[in-house]
């Protein structure tokens, strides 16, 4: 049977490839499971787009706030488990936007799709308070639209994330991907960027079909880590 304590003990660098999954023991939903995010919307790629952002910007800050935001969620157990491993020898990169595995003490993290609490003003570029944008989406020094630092579909992501990311996976010699269906890309390409003799292993209640060699962890991932 296979070992994840052993084979973190023995990789001299890990990158960690994580979902909304992770953050589900603190609280926040997922995305597409039965309860998640996109559950009985039309048609949520649109409501999370920067066309909607653009064209009805008071129907975008809605679902967000009334959605994403869970400013009392705490980190749990894998992303203190996580946060220690990869400051001790390896890298985060994670698609979630919702900063607890830089809350959990993590030095090494790329935010993929960036950080629902990261708030610039779209006119003046001004960063302001996330608590400001939860009580309006209008900059009161000038009236602009507010909005958070991630990325909606429709636009680019970060180049600095992306290549911070695509270096961290080329390091690795143990990559572990974790509570992600590992199906949206460009986030799914970054195994493409491992060396041919790194070891993958996925962690996840679902099983995954993934397009090459992995070890496939099923159980739940609060469990495996609190054993780590």
Known sequence: MFDLKQA??????????????????????????????????QNPEYLLSHD??????????????????????????????????????????????????????AE??????????QVDCQRCHQTVPYQEYLQDYHHKSDGGILRPKIVLYGEGLNEQAVSTAIDAVA???????CGTSFRVAPFSMLTNYARPNAEIVA??????????????????????FAKL
């Open 8 to 41: 973190i003990t023995k990789a001299h660098y890990v990158t960690f490839l994580t979902g909304a999954g992770v953050s589900v023991p603190s609280g926040i939903p997922d995305y597409r499971s039965k309860n998640g995010l996109y559950a009985n919307q």
């Open 171 to 177: 390091k690795a010699d143990l990559i572990i991907i």
């Open 52 to 105: 909607n952002l653009v064209d009805h910007p008071a129907d975008f800050y809605k679902f967000v706030k009334d959605n994403m935001y869970y400013p009392a969620a705490k980190p749990n157990i894998i992303h203190e488990k996580m946060a220690a491993i990869s400051n001790a020898k390896g890298m985060i990169v994670t698609q979630n936007v919702d900063g607890l595995h830089t809350a959990a003490g």
């Open 108 to 117: 090494h993290v790329v935010e993929f799709h960036g950080n629902l609490y």
């Open 203 to 224: 962690v996840n209640e679902e099983k995954l079909d993934l397009p090459f060699k992995f070890t496939m962890v099923q159980a739940n991932a609060t469990d495996v």
